[in-house]
């Protein structure tokens, strides 16, 4: 059973996280499950709404509204939080600034702050690298093998190439040939609503449209009050 009022109570506390770090230059301290909870309510949400969309449309659309607000106030969190961590990532990493990061947060500034030290040291003249025209041992052995790799997959494909030189027919995908069985039946849209996916297509549906569905579709629908079917005799 979904329970809207668990993940309505997750939105409003990103949206209150997103307004604290909008007000202050600084990185605020988060709880440090925050990413984690993220991904855990994506999850959930994508797994309830592929169940819901065979059986329940209604429950479908507030499923996919709920989504979309949820992405749309992380995104908004994201580029303000990460503006701050890639600000930080040029200037030496304290204590004072690792403090209020999740351990992502801190792996993500560390990587960052090696970049631009690199980078800095590149342009100064300074890189060890660069002075000496040397690539790292392990720099030089990460090439070796990955030149070994590349070296054995091309031979590969070349063995391949020769056996199939022949290109087999495409399978037709069972979903498609399902479609293709599937009988259409003219109808009368009664109410707006929002974007459905189906098999053939995605639809767009909107009160006193009058379109061709699959009956499948049409039956789903019909058992929301969602649609009239025309009988054209």
Request: aromatic share 10%.
């Amino acid at each position: 059973m979904l329970d809207l009022n668990k993940y309505d109570k997750t939105l409003e506390e990103l949206k209150s996280v997103l307004f604290s770090e909008r007000k202050t230059r600084k990185l605020n301290k988060l709880d440090p499950n925050f990413y984690k909870n993220i991904y855990s309510t994506f999850s959930e949400l994508k797994d309830e709404k592929a169940e819901a969309l065979p059986t329940d449309i209604i429950k479908y659309m507030e499923i996919t509204h709920l989504l979309d607000d949820v992405k749309k106030n992380f995104k908004a969190f994201f580029q303000v939080r990460f503006e701050k961590i890639a600000r930080y990532s040029v200037y030496e990493l304290t204590d004072d600034i690792l403090y209020n990061l999740t351990n992502e947060e801190k792996n993500i500034i560390k990587d960052f702050s090696e970049k631009m030290k690199y980078y800095y040291d590149d342009f100064i003249g300074s890189s060890t690298a660069v002075e000496n025209n040397e690539i790292p041992a392990d720099e030089l052995n990460n090439n070796e093998i990955n030149q070994e790799h590349a070296d054995k997959t091309e031979e590969t494909e070349i063995k391949e190439n020769k056996i199939n030189n022949q290109k087999l027919p495409e399978e037709e995908p069972l979903e498609t040939k399902n479609i293709k069985n599937e009988t259409y039946v003219l109808v009368r849209i009664l109410k707006d609503l929002p974007p459905v996916a189906q098999p053939d297509k995605n639809y767009y549906l909107h009160k006193n449209d009058i379109i061709y569905i699959t009956e499948s579709f049409a039956s789903l629908l019909k058992n929301h009050d969602s649609i009239t079917i025309i009988n054209k005799k």
